[in-house]
């Protein structure tokens, strides 16, 4: 048996995160879009193609909707290295007047620093914003991460259905596509 004092300290996570990354602007959308793109075409059988609009449309910060955060490249500030992104979906406890913060891992990629340290970073930066909980589906490349991070597995079977297209049998780690 776990006491919510042993939970709280095993869970707990740092102040600040270890690396740079900013909130992603208007000005990095060019460069979310280059590195997000190669990323997605690079690794994954099933993605979206997005365009400059999409991904500003998609990942540009808004307030109790999506939050992502980049790093830039130290000699050239207009060539982002690394994102995270991620999605709140809050929810109402049921019979209390209360409400759950969760947020939702997006798209990341990390090219300069290992996924498990943009992970953690992005649990730091999302309890700086007051989320609650936060998730991770297991696609993409997000399986490197979730046992080291203490994530716990769910019950839930994500399946999808892409009506109309004929397509293989995928694992998990070959879906680059997040459906909100």
Avoid: C
């Avoid at 690396?19 to 602007?25: C, I, Q």
């Avoid at 059988?45 to 998609?58: D, G, P, S, Y």
């Amino acid at each position: 048996r776990m006491t919510m004092a042993r939970m709280q300290k095993l869970y707990k996570v740092a102040k600040e995160p270890k690396h740079a990354l900013v909130e992603m602007t208007e000005e990095h959308v060019g460069g979310v879009h280059e590195l997000l793109s190669n990323y997605l075409k690079s690794k994954f059988l099933l993605h979206v193609n997005f365009t400059k609009e999409e991904v500003a449309h998609w990942l540009l910060p808004r307030s109790s909707v999506i939050n992502t955060y980049v790093l830039v490249d130290e000699n050239d500030k207009s060539k982002v290295t690394d994102m995270v992104s991620f999605y709140h979906l809050p929810s109402t406890i049921l019979n209390k007047d209360e409400t759950l913060y969760a947020a939702y891992s997006y798209y990341n990629v990390a090219t300069t620093m290992d996924l498990t340290d943009l992970m953690r970073d992005a649990l730091i930066l999302a309890n700086s914003t007051g989320i609650d909980v936060f998730n991770a589906l297991n696609l993409m490349e997000n399986e490197s991460f979730l046992t080291e991070l203490k994530f716990g597995k769910g019950d839930g079977n994500l399946q999808y259905y892409v009506y109309n297209w004929s397509s293989p049998t995928m694992k998990p780690a070959d879906v680059g596509l997040v459906l909100l």
